[in-house]
């Protein structure tokens, strides 16, 4: 699994490639929790990218429920985008669409953190 | 061998209300409209093939009492919720005045795991011989607490079967009766324990009140281990995962998505839900039922495994 990061404004959106269990949820949460931490503060907001995440066990999703508790602890914002179809269906089925405000798309999601991230993105 | 559930729900017993059965043959009527039934028969084969579950049954509302059936005199019980009740009309119906024995395993001794005993007939016949099994210390002592003035009219002295408890330690394999019997230690409150019983190459595992860290792999290796190539796995599968895992965290009970996960990596051939969540009515439980099943099928790898919601005299032949 391989976490990438780009910065728009007062968002900063991860791009989460592979599959996220028990195998590979310890490092990711580690990874996480730093951009939780640093958002938070700035009053920002966390967009997870899920466009390149294969599957997602419950391990997996422990690791949002944690991040999603920290941000909530500091104040800040975590938002789940662009779910493939399985990802999205695997959401649903534990109901943790419930848990997140899960946007179709990276450019709904920013805009829904501020006008300037979504401007950022806009000018790519 | 046999499983046959007596109660399924968790904490405490529920019923359906009136407006809950008015609220069913409203929805059912809706679904039968413009048919027509020429007997009772055939509305029957209808409702039977074409209405939702949830329109026709309901999961029931007695708490976990489980009967494990297999060739022989003696009656194998997990655990003595409200379920008891029916399981002991049951066992004096079938016994038809001859003194029974019954071997129970009690997961725990919360107060919906053995609530049923002071109304489970067999334990007044005289003759009856009750065994009581478990790995807690103060097995003896809940069951004679809760039939102590004033919380019971009848004392355990008053009791006319012949009652014996029985310690069993954990990870130990024991033949009772006809059955190897192996306990295996729960995450919950003051400690539960699950069984894994064993007869003529069958396996069934009783695993209740039981929360599963997903962040301690070792936790999921040796729960995958005790349910190894069970034929049945009865879960204790009370929420969805998001409400397992954040409001109700650290509540002692699991979900359904982590009774499919640690069922497909012990290889299991059918996972029962049980330990329903009281607040959930039969639209909901059967909703969570699906998505279990659903799951299932998007994570399946070379094996498929069977998920079933048990119900209140639900049957499963092995």
């Known amino acids: ?29 580690s ?40 941000a909530k602890a500091q104040s800040g914002r975590i938002f789940v985008a662009a779910l493939q179809p399985m990802v999205k269906e695997i959401f649903e089925i534990s109901h943790f669409n419930l848990v ?10 920013l805009g829904a953190v501020s006008a300037e991230a979504a401007a950022a993105f806009d000018k790519g | 061998m046999r499983v046959r559930f007596w109660g399924t729900r968790g904490s405490i017993p529920v019923a359906l209300t009136a407006s809950d059965v008015r609220d069913k043959l409203a929805q059912a009527l809706v679904q039968a409209s413009g048919k027509t039934f020429k007997s009772y028969e055939e509305a029957h084969a209808y409702a039977t093939a074409e ?7 309901t999961f029931g509302g007695h708490t976990p009492c489980v009967e494990i059936e297999v060739p022989g005199d003696e009656y194998y ?12 009309v049951h066992v004096l119906a079938r016994q038809a005045r001859k003194p029974a024995t019954v071997n129970i395993f009690q997961s725990h001794v919360h107060w919906d795991h053995i609530m049923g005993f002071p109304f489970f007939g067999p334990a007044y016949v005289p003759g009856t011989k009750i065994r009581i099994h478990g790995c807690h210390d103060q097995l003896e002592h809940a069951f004679r607490l809760q039939q102590s003035p004033p919380c019971f009219p009848v004392t355990w002295e008053q009791l006319g079967a012949t009652i014996e408890f029985v310690k069993l330690v954990p990870d130990k394999p024991r033949q009772v ?28 595992i009783y695993s209740t009140d039981s929360e599963h860290k997903l ?58 839900l049980f330990h329903h969540e009281p ?29 079933s919601a048990a119900y209140d005299g639900l049957e499963i032949d092995l």
């Open chain 2, 215 to 272: 962040e301690n792999r070792a936790e999921a290796e040796a729960f995958a281990a005790f349910f190894r190539n069970a034929d049945v796995v009865i879960f204790d599968a009370m929420y969805a995962l998001a409400e397992a895992i954040s409001v109700k965290a650290d509540w002692g009970h699991s979900s359904n998505i982590v009774g499919v996960e640690l069922c497909q990596m012990a290889h299991a051939k059918h996972l029962v």
């Open chain 1, 100 to 109: 997140f405000q899960v946007f179709p798309s990276i450019r709904e999601a």
């Open chain 2, 177 to 204: 009766g006809t059955l190897t019997v192996t306990p295996h230690l729960q995450l919950h409150g003051g400690d539960s324990y699950g069984y894994r019983f064993e007869q003529g190459g069958k396996t069934v």
């Open chain 1, 1 to 29: 699994m391989n976490v990438t990061s780009r910065r728009f404004a007062n968002a900063v959106v991860l791009h989460i490639d592979g599959r996220l269990d028990q195998d590979t949820c310890g490092a990711f949460t």
């Open chain 1, 31 to 70: 990874e996480l929790m730093k951009y939780v931490d640093s958002m938070a503060h700035g009053g920002g907001a966390v967009i997870l990218d899920l466009s390149s995440l294969e599957y997602v066990s419950s391990a997996g999703l422990r690791c949002f429920m944690l991040a999603s508790r920290q």
């Open chain 2, 279 to 307: 607040a959930n009515n039969d639209a909901t439980l059967e909703g969570l039922l699906k998505e279990a099943r659903r799951f299932e099928e998007l994570t399946r790898g070379d094996q498929a495994l069977k998920v």
């Open chain 2, 51 to 57: 209405l939702d579950f949830n329109l026709t049954h």
């Open chain 2, 77 to 88: 019980v997990c655990d003595m919720g409200s379920g008891a009740r029916p399981l002991g």
